[in-house]
């Protein structure tokens, strides 16, 4: 997504000479000047960019640029711009609630709002301290564990939470890359549970048993009811939603709301 009349482009998976990362699992490689949080340029490897710390506003040209918390995952954050006649906030997935270490999504009054419906159905979510005990649950009943997620970012999550409840757990080569720029030390090499990719196509052993943790699984973004609520609060005169819930969230919240998809572009400054 492009702010047009800036140079701002959002999440672009394209090259890009001034690109802002909601989170390190929604951004291509090669783009000039990164808009991050410090943690999400640790994750993604970027090296010479100077991280934006959440809630400090700054300026790029006449553009004041404030990165606000998504709750999405580790470092993720929503960008909110401010033009002085028109204001946008752009978040990509958020998670209402917050957890240990890692706060929930922010909210700042918007004249528009970009934000992801990444849920193809409209399910009641778990709590993610009772997730975690749910998978523990099934990690100990197995002899040869195997944990598949679909981001870094999830991994590290799940390695935090079940190292909190004694369970330790060994990465593969991509978790554990993933799991030394972030500094993290949750990850043993030796532990009976792996932890892997779902892109990461490297063939197990016979024997292992594989659960593939998802976003119904484990509440990484927020419910329909947690989304809705917080787009009521930005206040948001225009209401644009991207993922596979988007067609829900946009009947839900009405005619100031569209749906932005490929191959559509919108012009969200006038």
């Not at 997504?1 to 909601?22: E, K, N, Q, Y």
């Not at 999400?40 to 790029?60: E, H, N, S, Y």
């Not at 606000?68 to 002085?84: K, N, Q």
């Not at 892997?196 to 976003?215: C, I, M, T, W, Y």
Request: charged letters at 20%; glycine letters at 8%.
């Amino acid at each position: 997504m492009h702010l047009t009349g800036t140079p701002i482009w959002c999440d672009a998976r394209r090259r890009r000479d001034v690109c802002f990362v909601s989170s390190a699992d929604r951004v291509g490689p090669g783009h000039g000047q990164l808009i991050a949080t410090p943690l999400t340029l640790a994750l993604i490897g970027a090296k010479d960019q100077l991280g934006a710390p959440v809630r400090r506003p700054f300026t790029l040209g006449t553009l004041r640029l404030e990165l606000i918390p998504s709750g999405r995952g580790m470092g993720a954050a929503a960008l909110h711009v401010d033009a002085g006649d028109h204001t946008v906030l752009y978040a990509g997935p958020v998670r209402t609630t917050a957890q240990p270490a890692l706060e929930g999504a922010d909210v700042r009054a918007a004249d528009a709002v970009v934000v992801a419906s990444p849920l193809a159905e409209d399910v009641e979510l778990p709590a993610v301290p009772q997730a975690a005990e749910r998978l523990a649950a099934w990690v100990r009943e197995q002899a040869a564990p195997v944990i598949a997620v679909e981001s870094a970012i999830d991994g590290l999550e799940i390695a935090t939470w079940l190292a909190s409840l004694g369970i330790a757990v060994a990465g593969t080569k991509v978790m554990r890359e993933a799991s030394l720029r972030a500094g993290m030390t949750e990850l043993a090499p030796k532990a009976q549970v792996l932890l892997k990719l779902e892109s990461d196509r490297a063939k197990l052993p016979a024997g292992h048993a594989v659960h593939h943790v998802n976003a119904t699984t484990w509440p990484f973004v927020a419910s329909d009811r947690e989304l809705l609520a917080w787009i009521d609060q930005t206040r948001a005169k225009q209401v644009f939603v991207t993922g596979a819930g988007a067609e829900r969230i946009v009947a839900a919240v009405g005619p100031r709301a569209r749906l932005l998809g490929p191959p559509r572009q919108m012009s969200l400054f006038r």
